[in-house]
């Protein structure tokens, strides 16, 4: 389909002006150029678009969401000789040779650049991040549509519906989030019907559940060998699970929970688990009864009503959902997709470059949080983004190090 340019407005450019110098600050160059290495994707001579430049051109193209590729390259690269040493060359390639570049350097050094630098934000003691000791994580999952090419088709799969076909297929994305910033520390992805716990896994295993943490999760997660491979990394879970699931009582606690054992369904030789069960309804849905599993069995250190309390404070990982979808990816009228890549190869970039960026966007949010002494919570995201964009001018006057 035909495309027409959308330039930035003139009147209007301060406001929009975009570079690198925060960014560049966040994911220093050295650390692309480690990673470009160690996947043997470094330019290997100077290039109109050199691999570094094009990591951050994904992610910077992720904030502004209106404007061709070709147009964002311009303004980076008007600031990019700050953290070149002035080897950058100002001369800007077509859209068709930006495409060429993102295709050649592939998802994977933005993926390895998320495993290096996503890590939580919030210090001990910021309101709405810690349950005593803890800090407060949970696993959810989303899907973005992506453009109805044959390619992304083939290989990301539509949505079942009831009637007829899905308009669109969908990239399936599994993230491990910290609730008190809405900061996603992990995330893996994959066709839209690949497994939200085979994706979990895969979090677990790159050690991105730690020892501190207070890992909450909704009904559709548990299986005991999720369970048990998120208990062998010694984080505290707070699990609710499905009404099917047969939980014996093997003794009451002062507090109206009571302790029960778990097995693996599968394998009768594997060991039993002892949980802790808090069961409750909410006062204004008295017909939906809410079942919560624990490892923390210790009922005078953690009362039930508190875990009750603490287990709906999951759903702010929708609140981080919506701030990747609804104010990083609206965009014009002419994209009917968040994703707006047409390969699989970019669409994983972009989505990638979605997370970088928004974390990017809330460690500035969490930043101004402690300032100020405020929960992140009550900072807009909306605001943080054209924050981001009417400032960064001034941070390309100066070195990342000042």
Known sequence: MARTKK????????????SIGYLACLYPMSNINKILQSLDKSSQRIRLLPAELVVYLVICMCIWREPRQDKILRIITESVNFISNGKAVTVYPSYAAISQARAKLGSEPLSELADLCLRPLAPIGLPGAWYKDRRLVAFDGTTFGVPDDEE??????????????????????????????????????????????????????RGKLQENMLLLADRNYYGYKLWSKALDTNADLLWRVKKNLILLVEDYLPDGSYLSTVYDSNNKTAPGLQVRVIEYKLKNNQKERYRLITNLIDHVETPALELANLYHERWDIELCFSEVKTELCAHSSKYATPIRSRRPVLVLQEVWGLILAHYAIKSLVVKAAILKEYDPDDISFSNAVEIVRRKMPHSAASLPSS
């Open 7 to 18: 330039d930035i407005p003139g009147t209007n450019s301060i406001l929009h002006y975009l």
């Open 152 to 205: 992304n088709a083939e290989f990301f799969g539509y949505p079942g519906v009831s009637r007829g076909d899905a308009a669109f297929p969908q990239v399936r994305v599994e993230a491990l989030v910290e609730i008190g910033t809405h900061a996603i520390i992990a995330a893996e992805m994959g066709p839209y019907k690949t497994s939200e716990i085979a994706l979990c896994n895969q979090i677990i295993d």
